[in-house]
């Protein structure tokens, strides 16, 4: 089952590799994907999503994505949040989540 969040986690942590005009795209077209997974699932592909916040174009899709990615956080279980939550707050704090 794991399989399938790889993949998602892969592109999402690709994001920041993309030019900066197709970034909030390619973010948008991820979050689907991972809503689509199984909920237990859903962290790898979270972490890497919020990891990829800071790369996006503007201040108002940084903003629009952290909430988005904040909310499918609070709907892991609370066991699986440590690490999305640690990218989160890196990204607020202005360092890096420890690996």
Do not use: C, H, K, T
């Amino acid at each position: 089952m794991e399989q399938r969040a790889l993949p998602l986690a892969a592109l999402a942590g690709a994001i920041q590799l993309l030019p900066e005009d197709v970034r909030q795209a390619a973010f948008g077209g991820v979050l689907p994907g991972v809503a689509a997974l199984p909920v237990e699932l859903r962290a790898l592909p979270l972490e890497r999503l919020a990891e990829a916040i800071r790369s996006l174009p503007d201040v108002d899709a940084q903003l629009a994505a952290y909430r988005q990615v904040r909310q499918d956080v609070n709907a892991l279980p609370e066991q699986r949040r440590e690490r999305p939550l640690a990218a989160l707050a890196a990204l607020v704090s202005g360092s890096r989540a420890n690996p």
